[in-house]
């Protein structure tokens, strides 16, 4: 039988399951509004085919599956996985429900109207805000029914396929414009005293980042979040909080068709941003220990990095308690290269750039309009859209082989430095000098170089990749590295290796293609 999809953790690593094999998800994410509108997704489908996707991640809405209170219609939900399965295409489902990037902006009418069964967050100078408060309100028990709905109706339609392989719980929450809810019930929570468990919970995680934040104990005054985290008791109050209801909603989930679930993260831009600039009581870096606690029941807190530093991001999100989910980055010329550093480096479960339909296409999907700033995220152009497109492909061709890697160190990611031309890497015995073709310019004539090297066997390197020489050395004083042989290929039906040519005497050098390419070298040493 066909096991449900799964993330699995042993030891050292998670995997995650489709249909009884292993998986990664080499995906994009629609524009929020693309859902609506059946016409327009004929494009995206289209464009995820182009691509190489296996899955497509979508929104769906609350306001347009309850528009009338206890009302439930799913119909939207039915069209999309029966186009998906027309496409051969799997899906991630993103529901958008009290919570949207820091506001409410999804709920349905009767939510948004009905200021005393759902009140607002209130800021300090006692405003309402575009966003639902969690206290004193129905919100929370009216967001189960109808996520419970959903997953009753996905599991009735698809327990047997499979075209729906997980879910994202809200979109980037937290409170934005206000460093928390200064509601009268907020107000009376924030002066009660933290939670034992919280407490116990962060201070049995030896290298917590929240320890950092945490302030000397007085024990003789009260343990409330004031005197226990100091000038951050705003965001950690609002972090607990937030998991707390999400894991609710996860709950849901879980107790009737266990989908791996997630929640993913607006990050702050710089050091100097303050909570509010970014929605407050997200799971950014600093709150993760908190939101791993209170969202327990959560497969994973999933960052969107959109930030240039992808490497610190990824690397703070894949941890012994986090696989690293990217369910949203940059659709530009780093979008290609920093899939190879996810898979390969951080053995991501899932690569996603934002704005999969408008790949390759360098306008507004809003306006039309030229993207004429080259450091936006959204540049795009047919050339990222080509070695996405191969890299996806080649990738996807070789899922079993790359987590067979995965928790391992039989296999390293990178990418080029905006600033260098070279890097230096070791991967078991050998010592790897890479040195890249082109300097990462600005008028985007290069894609930045990448790859992925994978130890297979004891004396044999897969290197994949693009843009890139390689030397190499071994460890072991006093003995040089030469080749057996290396053949230039790829491989096909999720790992058999189909060899294309040869490359011998003058040719037998670690010279990758401008293009995504495979190349696996057989060595000895004497
Ligand atoms: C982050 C949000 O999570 C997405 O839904 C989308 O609005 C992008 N920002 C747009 O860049």
């Not at 071994?474 to 491989?491: A, H, P, V, Y």
Request: net charge negative; hydrophobic share 40%; proline share 4%.
């Amino acid at each position: 039988m066909k096991e449900l999809p799964v993330i699995k953790k042993n030891n050292t690593n998670f995997s995650f399951w489709v249909n009884n094999r292993p998986f990664i998800i080499l995906g994009g994410e629609v524009h929020n509004s693309a859902c609506t509108s059946p016409k327009y997704m004929i494009n995206v489908w289209k464009k995820a085919k182009d691509l190489n996707c296996n899955t497509v991640l979508m929104p769906i809405y609350w306001e347009q599956v309850e528009e009338r209170e206890g009302f439930y219609d799913f119909t939207v939900v039915n069209r999309l996985v029966l186009e998906a399965r027309k496409n051969n295409l799997k899906v991630v489902f993103l529901w958008f429900g009290a919570w949207k990037n820091g506001l409410s902006t999804y709920v349905p009418i009767w939510i948004k109207t009905d200021l005393e069964r759902f009140p607002r967050v209130v800021n300090e100078s006692g405003e309402k805000l575009k966003i639902l408060s969690m206290f004193e309100s129905e919100i929370l028990r009216k967001e189960c029914i109808v996520f419970e709905k959903l997953i009753e109706f996905i599991k009735k339609i698809d327990k047997t396929e499979h075209t729906v392989l997980a879910m994202q719980i809200e979109n980037e929450v937290g409170v934005l414009n206000t460093l928390r809810d200064y509601s009268a019930k907020a107000e009376q929570e924030f002066k009660k005293e933290v939670p034992n468990q919280l407490l116990e919970y962060l201070n049995s995680i030896k290298d917590s980042s929240i320890k950092k934040l945490v302030c000397e104990i007085d024990e003789s005054i009260p343990k409330n979040w004031s005197n226990i985290f100091g000038h951050n008791a705003d965001e950690v109050f609002m972090a607990w909080h937030y998991s707390k209801y999400i894991n609710e909603l996860a709950k849901c989930c879980k107790n009737n068709y266990p989908l791996p679930i997630f929640t993913n993260v607006w990050l702050k831009a710089t050091q100097d941003e303050k909570p509010g600039d970014y929605p407050a009581g997200g799971a950014i870096p600093e709150m993760l220990d908190v939101w791993k606690f209170g969202a327990c029941e959560l497969d994973a807190i999933a960052p969107d990095i959109y930030l240039f530093d992808f490497e610190k991001i990824a690397g703070l999100y894949a941890r012994k308690d986090n696989p690293l989910i990217i369910p949203e980055t940059r659709r530009d010329k780093w979008s290609v290269a920093n899939l190879y550093l996810a898979i390969g480096k951080f053995h991501s479960l899932c690569y996603s750039p934002f704005g999969l339909e408008s790949i390759g296409e360098n306008k507004s999907f809003m306006t039309q309009l030229i993207h004429t700033d080259n450091n936006d995220k959204n540049v795009s152009n047919p050339m990222i859209k080509d070695y996405l497109a191969l890299s996806y492909e080649l990738l996807g061709n070789m899922v079993s082989i790359l987590t067979d890697c995965y928790g391992t160190d039989k296999m390293t990611g990178f990418v080029q430095d905006e600033k260098e031309k070279n890097c230096k890497l070791k991967i078991g015995k050998y010592i790897i000098d890479i040195e890249f073709y082109h300097s990462v310019d600005e008028e985007n004539k290069f894609i930045p170089g990448a790859g992925i090297i994978i130890q297979i066997r004891e004396n044999e390197l897969i290197f994949v990749g693009y843009g890139y020489k390689a030397n190499l050395g071994t460890i072991n004083t006093g003995m040089q590295l030469d080749f057996l042989s290396l053949e230039k290929g790829r491989f096909v039906n999720n790992g058999i290796w189909e060899k294309y040519m040869d490359l011998n005497g003058d040719e037998q050098y670690i010279k990758m293609e401008e293009k995504p390419t495979v190349l696996w070298a057989k060595y000895y040493e004497f």
